[in-house]
């Protein structure tokens, strides 16, 4: 069984700030983590994922997030905000399984403000 | 070239009626699934296909009838529709032991 939290429904950041939204995860086996963004009115994409390898994690439009096993955290970053980043971010954790579901956090809500 | 695509984008219905919604996924995935995304943007999996066979089915009502009739196609017909249905419904697909999910645009279906 897995599960995700991601803490903090929203997050309110200026533009230039660092931007940081916490996720945490339970997983019985070593899981898979993703994260993935929402824009208005549209599907999930992809940001970035860890399978196994490199902690450190780097994906789209300079986003980051780095695995820490003893943590049991999968934390997404990006150093500076821009106006385009507000969007709902969705953490999700999958058993290395055929066909094994994704399981999501709840969401946070980053506003990005001038 | 839309990878995952799903029709219509919009459905309003009244309560009671059966609907359905399509998907059709053009990256030869294997997996197929519905996600039910609720008012406070909760994202929840009901159904997973894999190669048309029924892989996952969680506790989704029997009213929910997913139906793949090959494995780029996985629609989902609704019966006797209840306002608590009401919910964008979002098609995905992946590729069996590769981990990434593929979105389709979603579905707001309105139940009045």
């Known amino acids: 069984a897995q599960s995700v939290t991601q803490l903090g429904s929203h997050v309110s950041v200026s533009e230039g700030a660092l931007v940081l939204l916490r996720c945490n995860y339970s997983s019985s086996v070593p899981p898979y983590l993703f994260w993935y963004v929402q824009y208005p009115n549209q599907g999930l994409q992809l940001l970035l994922k860890?399978?196994?390898?490199?902690?450190l994690v780097k994906g789209i439009n300079g986003f980051e997030a780095e695995f820490k096993k003893s943590e049991t955290s999968f934390h997404l970053t990006k150093p500076s905000a821009h106006m385009s980043d507000a969007a709902e971010y969705f953490c999700?954790?999958?058993?290395?399984?055929?066909?094994?579901?994704?399981?999501f956090g709840d969401g946070t809500t980053l506003t990005v403000k001038p | 070239d839309t990878a995952v695509s799903q029709t219509p984008k919009y459905l309003v219905t009244q309560m009671g009626n059966d609907k359905s919604i399509k998907c059709e996924q053009n990256l030869g995935h294997d997996t197929m699934y519905w996600y039910k995304q609720d008012s406070k943007k909760f994202l929840k999996i009901m159904f997973s296909y894999n190669n048309k066979e029924l892989i996952i089915n969680e506790t989704v009502p029997n009213r929910f009838s997913p139906k793949s009739p090959d494995k780029a196609h996985l629609n989902l017909h609704i019966n006797s529709l209840e306002l608590g249905d009401s919910a964008v419904y979002f098609c995905?697909?992946?590729?069996?032991?590769?981990?990434?999910?593929?979105f389709g645009s979603g579905t707001q279906l309105s139940v009045l």
């Open positions: 860890y399978t196994t390898g490199a902690t």
């Open positions: 999700a954790v999958r058993l290395n399984t055929n066909a094994g579901k994704s399981t």
């Open positions: 995905a697909s992946s590729k069996v032991n590769n981990e990434k999910l593929f």
